[in-house]
């Protein structure tokens, strides 16, 4: 947006009408906090505390100048002048950043990983800063993404996750690999299916996104489950209000013991923003200790558990697929539920490699390349 239809001010407001007839209202005290020269121009960081600015600041007037609005304020003679792109993108309501425009999946059973999420090859992804931000954007809106021809050798995941984020080292160590042994310490490392779950529950902070890396794929069983959590959660709050509730008010302790580990958190199956959309999902059943309900509560909790468990078990919501050698997918540990079916390692070898990345880290890579790719004039 770089232009306005018309400006009109109070006091204590300034409104914007746009070209396309919205309207939108910046207050007073919220442009002074916002002023370009209360902050550092190298590092953009404030030079001001709040307690430095005027407790009711009023505008006297505004006007056009430059591609940019001049605030004239009450008993100063200084004016302050505002980008009209920059309050376009700061309007309540606007979404400057496309990564945190989240997509929604419900009916998984119905899509193809292949067509419905963003793919990419890993030398193209690793040359081509376009296609790296088009796959990032993708990973982070829908929580899942794909790469291929990612040679099938143990190091190549960390090589390939230097284009996606910073990966966390854990108990486990910086990478972890999913394959059957005797008497595992974690049932993932069996040949068991799995149903939906997000991982490490027990652990603060949650790891923000996983990937997974098909060294040896089976040929028979060993298919990987997604589902969107998100969408699923607010599937429940539509269909079962009751039962939404009970699980974003219930702390939920999740624990994991091994040898050399002992991890404890408590958090709710579903985690909810401050303005009430859905923020998370943590939903691993073979972590949850031992809740310390009253018998009355256990009832209620356990009724909205089993409701929500219903819904991960339908197969509509489960998008199923099989990765290939050298195939590699990440998606959003605090978002997508993954799984697998059942396989004979006997019979078929399956072995994953696998390491998580933490949150911030893929949000940062994703805004930095695009604002790379705009100071070079690409859109």
Known sequence: MSDVRRLSTTPEVLTVEWPDGRISEFASVWLRDNRAGDRDPHSGQRLIDVLDLPA???????????????????????????????????????????????RTWLEGGTLKARTDFAWADLGRLAAQPEVRLDWLTRLVQDGLAFLEAVPAREPAILEAMAHVGRV??????????????????????????????TDNPYREPVPGFQGLHALVSSNEGGESLFADGVALAEYLR????????????????????????????????????????????????????????????????????????????????????????????????????????????ARFPRHLRGCYLSRDSVYSETALLRRRLAAKGNP
């Open 56 to 102: 009711q600041p009023r505008i006297r007037g505004a006007r056009r100048h430059n591609g940019s609005v001049c605030i004239d304020w009450e008993g100063e003679s200084q004016p302050d002048s505002f980008g009209i792109a920059w309050l376009a993108a700061h309007a309540a309501g606007s979404q400057p950043r496309p990564e945190l425009r989240v």
């Open 168 to 197: 966390l080292e854990t108990n486990y160590g910086l990478t972890f690999d999913v394959r059957s042994v005797p008497q595992p310490e974690n049932l993932a490392y069996s040949d068991l299916g799995l149903g939906l779950h």
């Open 238 to 345: 539509a269909t079962a209000p009751e039962a939404f509730a009970e699980l974003t008010t219930t702390a939920v302790p999740f624990l994991y013991q091994s040898k050399d580990a002992e991890l404890y958190a408590e958090r709710p199956l579903i985690q909810l923003a401050t303005d009430g959309h859905v923020s998370a999902v943590h939903y691993n059943n073979r972590s949850i200790a031992p809740l310390h309900l009253a018998a009355g509560r256990a009832r209620e909790f356990y009724a909205a558990y089993r409701r929500f468990a219903e819904l991960m078990r339908e197969p509509r919501f489960q998008l199923r697929t099989h990765l290939g050698d050298g195939q590699l997918v990440v998606f959003d540990n605090q978002r997508v539920l993954h799984g697998r079916t059942a396989f004979s390692s």
